[in-house]
């Protein structure tokens, strides 16, 4: 059965024929060789370099109650027709994906919500640390414009909200596109990072503006944020708006025991829930990219996940990318991959000058 039908079948409520897989990578053909997903960014193009020159509306060295004073969001960026904004994004999302269409792969095109844009438009400049490693960071900024600056942080956030919302629209305009994927962490392994006004008046109602946008275009919602979604029942209030939930990042699970701890949490999660949301989640990017954990290990851990949780509601999925500058083609961790892969009914892949390569059809 082909990946596309494999999945729309685990929306549909039906036990499919296999539980399909996604190994989210950077490279899309690699990410389509590998499983039935095929997730394209659609981050717009501009504010990306936020990562490298640090936000508009960065802090800097600045006393705090001087920035705060000082922050203007109307002025303090000039603020792009939301059309360029919407068009120069779509452009980078069809280069990424579309020459891949002809796979019959599940499409799941992806925004950056607007708490983590919100985030980004305050980060400072990546370090030289960050380049080297080439890791981005910010330090919650707008966290701390939630708590001391309510109207200013609201300010910013409904403006970002509206451009995202705008780039939904238009996304789901593409008839390619099965599901929409909206990023937007908001939580860590204690709960909910911003507080309880935000959660209410401003996170909330904006995703259910997305997902009604996305349904309304005949398309699945699916919604990234990392952390604990269970704590005060905020999974049940984000599953009666998502169809799907990503990545389940309930506990720590960098180790064979962690992972195994993990997978009753999201066993806890399962049961929490009142109707049959989609979980994307099962293999820890952890325990694949960490070399002290063997690929028996991943298959014993992603049995126990399968077992516990079972086929229905869920697509297979790493926990997240690869680590920076890895990638699922080391030695290792590709002996990982393939194990996963056969534990579920597919065939093993070789490379061959770069190329992938199976003895049959999937």
Known sequence: MKSRRL????????????????????????EAALGDVLLGHAWVPRWSNFFDEGGPFRRGNEDLTKWVRELDIEEGYDWPPIDDIVQETLIEFKKSVEDLTNLDKFIVLEVIGPTEQSEYFLCPPRPPSGFNLDLAYHTFDF????????????????????????LIKAGTE????????????????????????????????WHRKFTDEIHRKGKYAILHTDGNVLARNYINVLSEMYDGLHPLDLAKKGTVIDAMRWINEVIKAREALKVGTVFHTGIPIDLIMLDDISASDVVQVVSAFLNKHGRKNLVLSVTHRPYP????????VFEKVKAIRRLVGLHDLDIKNGVFRSDRSE
């Open 174 to 205: 593409l008839d390619w596109v099965d599901a929409v994927r909206v990023a937007d962490d908001a939580f860590t392994y204690g709960g909910p990072i911003y507080p309880e006004w935000f959660m209410k008046e401003l996170y909330m109602p």
């Open 7 to 30: 999945v729309e079948m685990v929306y549909s409520g039906l036990e499919s024929q296999r539980v399909p897989v996604h190994f989210e990578t950077v490279e899309k053909r690699q």
């Open 325 to 332: 500058k890895r990638n699922f083609l080391e030695d290792l």
């Open 143 to 166: 966290g701390v414009l939630t708590v001391i600056a309510k109207e200013k942080a609201k300010k910013l956030y409904d403006k970002v909200a509206n451009y995202v919302l705008e």
